[in-house]
């Protein structure tokens, strides 16, 4: 009849056999699995696909492509409202891809970037092997476990997507705590608390989601390291300071930089199907991964009668009971699938910083959790007696796990092959997940930046189809159209751009251009008028501002347009000759020759300048002759 487990005595930690003789057996196995590993994912470091926030990581940012020791101290200062990137603080990240600039990386060859991230998931690999070795004693089984590991399909995402660096670096000094931790455990002193405790803090400046780690701690206390007490527990606190006050700056960034909201509406019906959902999910494209995408939306309806979500309805709740079941027979599976869903719980999607339910990045640290049970047990089973059937045994087992790898790795070619170049990848994920439309609005940018305008257009209609509500793909067609000097069929788009996104300057800008050239001066004006007060540095808003006021006659507030963009902007040729022709209209000829003759110092060949100053003077000379 099965028992409970008896309590283990405190301080009762494993350390891995083998003694001083080991060193090279576990040297040699780090060498062929980290081998392993960067060969399978080869490909990336030729892979030139943009995700779709790497350009706000790199391309668009002006701290990573100029490298600098203000740079980096921004990176640092910035912790309420980071200013280069819409998200969170995440300092290391951001110093990390500016260092890769420093070293010769560039937005048209993200070959540096993808070096430096292939070098992390090697490192992350080998730190799990060494973290299941000193925590099982068996070289091959954390071998086997961490190859099945590092070629997984699931870990493809943070290698070439340049915005996951975060991912890959918060993972290394989780897993380098994890390692200092058991080493603290074997002998517990203060510098290797503290060295814990940093490591800690490094892996929460590199990426937030990491907070959970003190409790996966406390797991790891109670299985495999069987040292759970109230002193082991009160051990965590200063880490759980750490976290709250990381917690607190992640909320208040996020908040700041992008905004903060629940995309389950805070209905708490609907973060319960988000979680069954994703638990049931992510085990099985862990177990089955096949036809993987980076960006799954919300399944709508988002209701039961999806099969998604049905599934994890069902399977949640299963889960977890066969999880307790467990628990009178062996603790391995119980820590490791709590271990799995408390590293998983800060991306489960119940506080939003993302608009899609899924993503298999976020399981790179918590699949850890997953191994812990697979490597006890290949441990175990490799630990049999050394007699001819259980060498066969060996054999067969080790046969297996090799295929297996074998077959995550082609899979992890397979999928990399997509990463080669954006539109290959935004293609690719459209033909596994159709309703992605933010998928499919950054594939209309992409075109739209190759000059494919025409096939820019389809995309951001279907966008609109599929969401009236996406204010980026309106004022994206409106731009469009306004670039084209179409201004009545821009104005519907920008009209709902603005609705929707009122303080979009972009958005009111075209909105106003579009009215003027429509000559619905006044409402112009007032969409100009707003994006004064949105963005004060904004000069071309200040010449179109003041060409529909004297448009309306009111001469006097053009000129004071003009004389705010010439503030802004001396050397602006074109707020002299727009001045020029509204201190024309005003009969104040004399005045309008010398804006003229000051465009034309500043931009010889303007045309209209010339033309305008030829007609003033004829006219003076006109009058003088009178």
């Not at 070795?133 to 399909?153: D, E, K, N």
């Not at 455990?185 to 990491?210: D, E, M, N, V």
């Not at 009969?587 to 007609?615: F, H, K, S, T």
Request: charged content about 15%.
């Amino acid at each position: 009849m099965p028992t409970r487990h008896k309590p283990a005595p405190p301080g009762r930690v494993p350390v891995p056999r083998g003694g001083k003789g080991a060193a090279p057996r576990v040297l040699s196995a780090v060498a062929l699995v980290c081998a392993g590993v960067a060969l399978a994912h080869w490909p990336a470091l030729s892979a030139q696909a943009f995700s779709l926030d790497d350009p706000q990581y790199v391309l668009e940012n002006p701290l990573v492509r100029n490298p600098s020791w203000s740079a980096a101290a921004r990176f640092l200062r910035e912790v309420r409202k980071p200013s280069t990137v819409a998200g969170y603080y995440q300092p290391l990240t951001m110093i990390s891809l500016m260092l890769d600039t420093a070293l010769g990386g560039r937005p048209d060859d993200l070959r540096v970037y993808h070096r430096t991230s292939l070098a992390l998931h090697v490192a992350n690999t080998a730190l799990i092997l060494l973290l299941l070795y000193r925590l099982f004693g068996s070289v091959l089984a954390a071998a086997a476990t961490a190859l099945l590991f590092g070629v997984h399909p699931l870990t493809v995402e943070p290698v070439p997507w340049v915005a996951e660096r975060k991912t890959l670096l918060a993972a290394f000094f989780a897993l380098a705590c994890l390692g200092m931790y058991v080493s603290y455990t074997q002998r517990r002193t203060w510098p290797r608390y503290a060295g814990c405790a940093a490591l800690y803090l490094l892996a929460l400046l590199s990426k937030p989601t990491t907070t959970p780690l003190p409790l996966l701690l406390v797991l790891v206390d109670y299985w495999p390291l069987r040292r759970l007490s109230w002193r082991s527990v009160t051990e965590k606190i200063p880490l759980l300071i750490i976290g709250v006050a990381s917690a607190v700056v992640t909320i208040l960034s996020q908040r700041g930089a992008a905004g903060l909201a629940s995309p389950t509406g805070y209905d708490p019906l609907r973060g319960g199907l988000t979680i069954g959902h994703n638990l049931v999910f992510y085990l099985r494209t862990i177990v089955w991964p096949v036809g993987l995408t980076w960006h799954y939306p919300f399944p709508e309806p988002f209701a039961l009668s999806q099969p998604a979500v049905l599934a994890g309805v069902i399977g949640t709740p299963l889960l977890l009971v066969t999880l307790a079941i467990s628990w009178r027979w062996t603790r391995a599976l119980l820590v490791g699938g709590l271990f799995f869903i408390v590293a998983l719980l800060p991306t489960l999607n119940i506080v939003g910083f993302t608009y899609i339910i899924a993503a298999h990045k976020f399981t790179y640290l918590p699949v850890v959790g997953l191994l812990l049970p697979l490597n006890a047990w290949l441990a175990r089973l490799l630990s049999a007696p050394a007699h001819r059937p259980a060498y066969a045994w060996r054999l067969v087992l080790g046969g297996t796990l090799l295929a297996l790898a074998a077959l995550e790795a082609h899979a992890t070619r397979g999928y990399l092959d997509a990463w080669q170049d954006t539109e290959r990848l935004y293609r690719y994920m459209l033909d596994r997940t159709p309703q992605a439309y933010a998928v499919r609005y950054n594939l209309g940018v992409f075109l739209e930046r190759q000059k494919r305008v025409d096939e820019a257009v389809r995309e951001y209609q279907h966008v609109i189809a599929q969401r009236p509500d996406h204010w980026r793909a309106q004022a994206a067609l409106g731009n469009i159209f306004v670039q084209r000097a179409q201004p009545a069929e821009a104005l519907p788009y920008l009209d709902a751009a603005v609705r929707l996104k009122p303080n979009d300057v972009g958005a009111c800008r075209n909105l106003g251009f579009a009215l003027a050239a429509l000559g619905r001066t006044a409402e112009a004006v007032t969409h100009y008028q707003r994006v004064r007060a949105l963005d004060p540095s904004d000069v071309w808003v200040r010449l179109s501002l003041g060409r529909a006021l004297a448009a309306g006659n009111r001469f006097e507030e053009a000129l004071a347009c003009y004389d705010e963009a010439l503030r802004l902007n001396p050397a602006s040729a074109r707020a002299h000759f727009d001045r020029g022709v509204a201190l024309g209209r005003m009969n104040r000829a004399e005045e309008a020759v010398a804006e003229y003759r000051r465009a034309l110092e500043i931009e010889p060949d303007y045309a209209a300048a010339r033309e305008q100053l030829e007609a003033t003077l004829r006219w003076l000379g006109a009058r003088q002759d009178r």
